[in-house]
């Protein structure tokens, strides 16, 4: 089972300025490449200050500049954002751009209220969402497409330049009917338990495996990346201040993702919450080495190709960064060949 950081971006205290809210992801993502990790993951959101990376492809193409072997995930495109006709040819210079690193996790959206602000609202989300997606498909690996559809209507047009290669395509779903039709389809999988159940993950992982078994060769190259919140704590005291960072952070992702999407001047409400601390705390990775050693293994027991952790929690950057240095030494070496590789070269 192999790592990837989740270089996603929660900003609290918007005073804190783009700038340096780049650089640290920069930072964490060039870490995260000398520490072999085998990918980092870029978010797309808009308009709010939790995962805030409006332009991924962007951010991808300067991270390849700045590493040399990660994989670059979107994580994940929300395709009913964009137009195909345009979006499709970025994409193809992304992945120019980075080498064929990028791999192109897409989904439907998740959050209500930038989802309206931006002319696409949740309830129709996902049969655009659907119809946008063949429309990409078409567009990366035919010319001269035309489409007749709800929301594309055009006459034959190709994208330029052509692709120099096959797209690496993720699809990012939840439900184990939707993960087992779309690795059928050929989609690499991206999926998380958010705060399911070790069944519920058990199901996820199943449904893909027993859609890589019906699919026999075809489907040998495909791979489950599974994203969890994760913190290796030094002691009882670190994991209660980490639990508790993560419940405020929850307490604005509930907001826009459950709630009402109260936002003012980008910033999302803190709201109070129905799960408490404790519950919380049985759901998350928040773990001392043996707890997260113990967790992980059920990981990889599974049939987890790729573990996406998501560290970022509100604390100092450098804090964030002695946590990613920390898992890569203590926990890394006993499930990831790539961080083994990285350790005999040093």
């Given at each position: 089972?192999?790592?990837?950081?989740?270089?996603?971006?929660?900003?609290?205290?918007?005073?804190?300025?783009?700038?340096?809210?780049?650089?640290?992801?920069?930072?964490?993502?060039?870490?995260?490449?000398?520490?072999?990790?085998?990918?980092?993951?870029?978010?797309?959101?808009?308009?709010?200050?939790?995962?805030?990376?409006?332009?991924?492809?962007?951010?991808?193409?300067?991270?390849?500049?700045?590493?040399?072997?990660?994989?670059?995930?979107?994580?994940?495109?929300?395709?009913?954002?964009?137009?195909?006709?345009?979006y499709a040819g970025e994409v193809v210079m992304a992945d120019i751009l980075t080498n064929?690193?990028?791999?192109?996790?897409?989904?439907?959206?998740?959050?209500?209220?930038?989802?309206?602000?931006?002319?696409?609202?949740?309830?129709?989300?996902?049969?655009?969402?659907?119809?946008?997606?063949?429309?990409?498909?078409?567009?990366?690996?035919?010319?001269?497409?035309?489409?007749?559809?709800?929301?594309?209507?055009?006459?034959?047009?190709?994208?330029?330049?052509?692709?120099?290669?096959?797209?690496?395509?993720?699809?990012?779903?939840?439900?184990?009917?939707?993960?087992?039709?779309?690795?059928?389809?050929?989609?690499?999988?991206?999926?998380?338990?958010?705060?399911?159940?070790?069944?519920?993950?058990?199901?996820?992982?199943?449904?893909?495996?027993?859609?890589?078994?019906?699919?026999?060769?075809?489907?040998?190259?495909?791979?489950?990346?599974?994203?969890?919140?994760?913190?290796?704590?030094?002691?009882?005291?670190?994991?209660?201040?980490?639990?508790?960072?993560?419940?405020?952070?929850?307490?604005?992702?509930?907001?826009?993702?459950?709630?009402?999407?109260?936002?003012?001047?980008?910033?999302?409400?803190?709201?109070?919450?129905?799960?408490?601390?404790?519950?919380?705390?049985?759901?998350?990775?928040?773990?001392?080495?043996?707890?997260?050693?113990?967790?992980?293994?059920?990981?990889?027991?599974?049939?987890?190709?790729?573990?996406?952790?998501?560290?970022?929690?509100?604390?100092?950057?450098?804090?964030?960064?002695?946590?990613?240095?920390?898992?890569?030494?203590?926990?890394?070496?006993?499930?990831?060949?790539?961080?083994?590789?990285?350790?005999?070269?040093?």
């Amino acid at each position: 089972m192999e790592f990837n950081h989740f270089i996603s971006a929660y900003y609290p205290d918007t005073s804190y300025g783009g700038d340096r809210l780049f650089a640290d992801m920069i930072a964490q993502a060039k870490l995260a490449d000398d520490l072999g990790y085998a990918s980092v993951s870029i978010p797309e959101h808009h308009l709010i200050n939790i995962l805030l990376t409006p332009a991924p492809l962007m951010l991808a193409v300067r991270l390849a500049s700045e590493t040399k072997h990660v994989k670059l995930m979107t994580s994940v495109a929300v395709l009913p954002l964009h137009d195909m006709r345009t979006y499709a040819g970025e994409v193809v210079m992304a992945d120019i751009l980075t080498n064929g690193r990028l791999v192109l996790g897409v989904g439907r959206g998740a959050f209500a209220v930038e989802m309206a602000r931006l002319g696409s609202p949740i309830e129709t989300s996902r049969e655009k969402f659907d119809e946008s997606l063949d429309v990409l498909h078409k567009l990366l690996t035919r010319e001269d497409v035309s489409f007749k559809g709800k929301y594309y209507d055009f006459e034959p047009l190709t994208i330029m330049p052509r692709p120099v290669r096959p797209i690496q395509m993720m699809m990012a779903v939840m439900v184990p009917e939707g993960i087992h039709a779309c690795t059928k389809r050929g989609f690499h999988i991206q999926t998380t338990p958010l705060s399911g159940s070790k069944e519920m993950m058990l199901e996820q992982v199943n449904a893909f495996h027993r859609a890589k078994a019906e699919m026999g060769d075809e489907g040998a190259h495909l791979t489950l990346s599974l994203s969890r919140v994760t913190w290796l704590a030094k002691d009882d005291a670190e994991k209660r201040r980490m639990t508790a960072a993560a419940h405020d952070y929850y307490s604005r992702f509930d907001n826009v993702y459950t709630g009402p999407g109260l936002v003012t001047g980008g910033a999302i409400h803190p709201l109070p919450r129905e799960q408490t601390i404790e519950e919380l705390a049985d759901n998350l990775m928040i773990c001392t080495k043996q707890e997260l050693i113990d967790k992980l293994a059920v990981y990889d027991e599974a049939g987890v190709d790729e573990i996406i952790l998501s560290q970022n929690l509100g604390s100092p950057n450098e804090e964030t960064m002695d946590n990613m240095r920390a898992i890569a030494e203590d926990i890394m070496p006993l499930f990831s060949a790539r961080r083994r590789q990285v350790m005999a070269a040093e």
